[in-house]
């Protein structure tokens, strides 16, 4: 079945660590993002990539990182610099040709700092 | 820039009820239109999907409809069941225009009682 997963479902981190949230997809998509979801705040954008090697930052790309080094693959970094990381993460992918560019989405990861 | 604004929550209805979650946009272009729903703890899933002024979207009982004349696509659905109880995104994205990101409302929860 194609899908994309997101591993771990739960991660836990003491307070000056770096953590990465694992994305993988197997729909063939050219485009991955990365969303950030807090209670009554919607959805908000991380980082996304249209394509291997290249990403952009979205709206709160501050004290997170990623790479594209493969099409199926999109790691996201939580590092040290982001100063309130406890949040569910959203991973989606998407085509990038045709009318309908509606987004797939992971199962997500919990991030709680300890 | 491109916005989206939906009801807010959270909306608690008895089963059986008509169900009616309003979403209003504004976009510098031509939007494609869509709802998500996530279930508690898990990721976003697409329900339902319009690209083009008086199209109808439907899934599951769901429908809206997209009105480019008041920027809007509300979401209805004439009997709600207690297995529709989740959280409810209204998106947009701009179609043709090489742009493919989402732009969400902040969710509205819903919550059926029997």
């Known amino acids: 079945d194609g899908g994309i997963t997101q591993s771990p479902k739960y991660l836990f981190r003491k307070e000056g660590q770096n953590v990465t949230l694992s994305c993988e997809q197997n729909l063939n998509h050219d485009a991955m993002y990365w969303y950030r979801q807090d209670p009554g705040q919607g959805l908000r954008l991380i980082y996304y990539s249209q394509i291997v090697n290249d990403f952009q930052k979205g709206d709160i790309a501050e004290g997170y990182s990623v790479s594209r080094e493969k099409k199926e693959s999109f790691p996201l970094t939580v590092t040290s610099a982001q100063k309130n990381p406890t949040a569910f993460y959203l991973c989606a992918s998407s085509m990038t040709s045709g009318r309908y560019n509606e987004q797939f989405f992971g199962p997500g990861t919990r991030l709680t700092v300890l | 820039g491109n916005s989206v604004t939906q009801m807010e929550g959270p909306v608690t209805l008895s089963e059986e009820a008509f169900l009616t979650i309003n979403c209003t946009y504004t976009?510098?272009?031509?939007?494609?239109l869509f709802w998500y729903v996530q279930y508690p703890g898990e990721g976003l899933q697409l329900l339902l999907k319009a690209t083009k002024a008086d199209d109808k979207g439907s899934n599951k009982g769901f429908e809206a409809t997209y009105r480019k004349e008041t920027t809007s696509f509300h979401l209805e659905k004439g009997s709600v069941q207690v297995s529709d109880s989740a959280v409810y995104f209204c998106a947009l994205s701009l179609s043709g225009a090489g742009s493919y990101q989402l732009t969400f409302g902040k969710g509205t929860k819903l919550s059926v009682i029997p």
């Open positions: 976009a510098t272009g031509y939007p494609s």
